[in-house]
């Protein structure tokens, strides 16, 4: 009969990839290429589907090269992405949807799975083929393979650790020692700081009479050198501002940076004040560490600086009383603390902005949407949303209210005839000295400038048009600054047109990596990293050197070595004076044991 054979005279149904359609034909025939035949005592093949052909069996077919199959079709494969990135590989033939094999750097849900999802870090994600479970880096899972497995916590370097034992314990007693520090630390500032508001106001803080003329002429003339040491902080503070740009900007971009380059800008991240930065694992073993724990730390960051500052104000003032200091030295210590907090307030600025921003940044990821920088947290939620309403309040407060409370705090003293005021350069003169007079408010400019560089890029997916657009922001940035010479002085000059020339190249050095071009053109990766480091650290370096130098001009470090000279020789005197004291007194006892024994 039809789809049979006749073997040693018994019917025998043909195989399968076989077919027999004639009763006359004694034996089943191998169907033709581009045909099979799945089932047993086929009486016709079945003609392979489009863009196949059939396996060697001719049992089924296969998925020609570049195609895979998926409801009995072969679909062709769209493994590209919008920059030509490969997502799977597709260069054999045979493929199905489940043994598609993603290439190193992109994950997907399931096998069941065609949405690629390109990972946070390329190495989570190394290349393999996905059946029932997706294989991560080790000790990595999740989305993304963006999470770690139970006992393990990513480190500073963004790779899951394995937790200790005894972790949350040494978060406490680094926490604990940087707050000591701090408050020791602003003490002394408070009660030794710059000498030029005292000088200049003729504060005699401690109630005690001048010892000779030539005492007086030298404490004069060093509260000339100190009033100087001011006018250097405007080279301190372009150094600070670049460094905090360029770390925002890496980290914002996601720029795949050469390793040195990456942990020379991590390193760098650290002035940003980020705390989890030195706590970092332990406290993420300790705790369910998530986006939300930084955005309430980086809130309320600023008030607890303030209010440690605040402690040490309140220590200085009660060591004041205690020492009976005068009304003067008071004074000149509330000075000092306004100042120490406009400081603060300009260091912190940025990251606590950033945060505020970042929490609005959501990716879709297989119809869920998840905050970008912590895939845990899940958008457009209850909690996501309750948060979302404090950001908005952050935003008035602190990226709004910041900047509008000092431009009209200094504008006020600016129509008052003010600026120029000794107690009022001393307090507030950080945001203006350096300023031509008639662009006193550019320093306000500044704390914005890196915001709006946030907050133009980072709503963006992550593209090369996100770089080129930071490129473009910062080289109008730096033609203004080169037509309007906003500073006075032409070292600093010379230093703010660097920082912005640095800053375009930085972010032309992040297209070329961002566009693969080290890929597709072979280069000289020392020379390029060199190259890197040079174009990072030249304002950095050449700003600490005009510091150093305007140090050297000023005597600041003879001064300094005298002082410790002068201060060492009186601990020494008063040692030796001790020590005489005490062989007196030891002497005495001797001579009277000496007499009690005679008696």
Not at 84 to 95: A, F, R, T, V
Not at 437 to 451: C, G, P, Q, V
Not at 559 to 576: A, G, M, R, T, V
Request: proline share 2%.
């Amino acid at each position: 009969p039809i789809g049979y054979e006749l073997i040693n005279y018994d019917c025998v149904p043909c195989n399968p990839g076989y077919y027999k359609n004639t009763i006359s034909d004694t034996n089943c025939i191998l169907c033709a290429d581009g045909y099979y035949s799945k089932n047993y005592n086929s009486s016709e093949c079945i003609s392979c589907f489009d863009n196949s052909f059939s396996n060697s069996d001719r049992t089924h077919c296969l998925c020609k090269e570049n195609y895979y199959y998926d409801s009995n079709i072969c679909l062709e494969c769209d493994n590209l992405d919008y920059y030509n990135n490969e997502k799977y590989i597709c260069d054999s033939s045979g493929l199905t949807l489940q043994t598609l094999k993603n290439s190193d750097g992109y994950w997907r849900k399931d096998q069941n799975s065609i949405q690629f999802y390109k990972c946070k870090q390329e190495e989570y994600c190394p290349s393999n083929i996905i059946n029932d479970t997706v294989i991560c880096y080790q000790y990595h899972t999740g989305i993304l393979c963006d999470f770690c497995i139970e006992g393990y916590a990513k480190n500073n370097d963004n790779i899951c650790t394995i937790c200790k034992s005894n972790s949350g314990k040494s978060t406490y007693g680094i926490l604990s020692a940087i707050i000591l520090s701090y408050i020791f630390i602003i003490c002394f500032c408070l009660i030794y700081g710059n000498n030029s508001i005292n000088k200049t106001l003729d504060i005699n803080y401690n109630n005690e009479e001048e010892e000779g003329e030539g005492e007086e002429k030298e404490e004069e003339e060093e509260g000339e050198e100190d009033l100087c040491l001011m006018e250097l902080q405007q080279k301190l503070k372009i150094v600070l501002t670049y460094v905090q740009i360029s770390t925002i900007l890496s980290i914002n971009l996601n720029i795949k940076w050469p390793y040195f380059m990456k942990k020379l800008i991590e390193n760098f991240n650290k002035i940003n004040l980020n705390i989890f930065e030195f706590v970092g694992l332990d406290y993420r073993c300790s705790t369910s560490f998530d986006y939300y724990h930084i955005y309430k730390l980086q809130m309320a960051m600023i008030p607890i600086m303030f209010g440690m500052t605040m402690v040490s104000y309140v220590c200085v003032k009660c060591w004041g009383r205690y020492k009976k200091k005068s009304d003067d030295f008071m004074n000149t210590v509330h000075n000092r603390l306004i100042y120490i907090l406009v400081l603060i307030v300009f260091i912190i600025y940025p990251s606590v902005s950033n945060t505020i921003l970042r929490l609005f940044k959501c990716e879709e990821i297989d119809d869920v949407w998840y905050l970008s920088s912590d895939l845990s947290v899940v958008c457009f939620d209850e909690v996501w949303s309750e948060y979302v309403v404090s950001a908005g309040f952050f935003i008035i407060l602190y990226i709004l209210g910041i900047p509008i409370f000092f431009y009209k705090l200094l504008n006020n003293y600016k129509n008052k005839e003010l600026l120029e005021d000794k107690e009022i350069e001393y307090k507030y003169g950080f945001m203006y000295m350096g300023y031509n007079d008639d662009i006193w408010w550019f320093e306000i400019l500044e704390l914005t400038r890196k915001t709006m560089l946030s907050a133009c890029i980072i709503y963006l997916e992550e593209s090369p048009t996100r770089i080129i657009i930071s490129t473009f922001l910062c080289l109008m940035y730096l033609l203004y600054i080169t037509y309007k010479q906003p500073l006075k002085d032409k070292n600093d000059s010379f230093l703010s047109i660097l920082s912005g020339t640095e800053l375009v190249l930085i972010s032309y050095c992040g297209l070329i990596l961002e566009m693969k071009i080290h890929i597709q053109d072979k280069y000289d990766s020392i020379a390029f990293n060199i190259f890197l480091f040079m174009v990072y650290t030249t304002i950095i370096i050449l700003g600490n050197y005009q510091l150093i130098m305007g140090l050297v001009k000023r005597n600041f470090f003879h001064k300094l070595y005298n002082k410790i000279k002068k201060n060492f020789l009186k601990i020494k005197e008063k040692f030796q004076n001790f020590k005489k004291k005490f062989e007196k007194k030891k002497k005495r006892k001797s001579l009277k044991i000496i007499r009690e024994t005679e008696v």
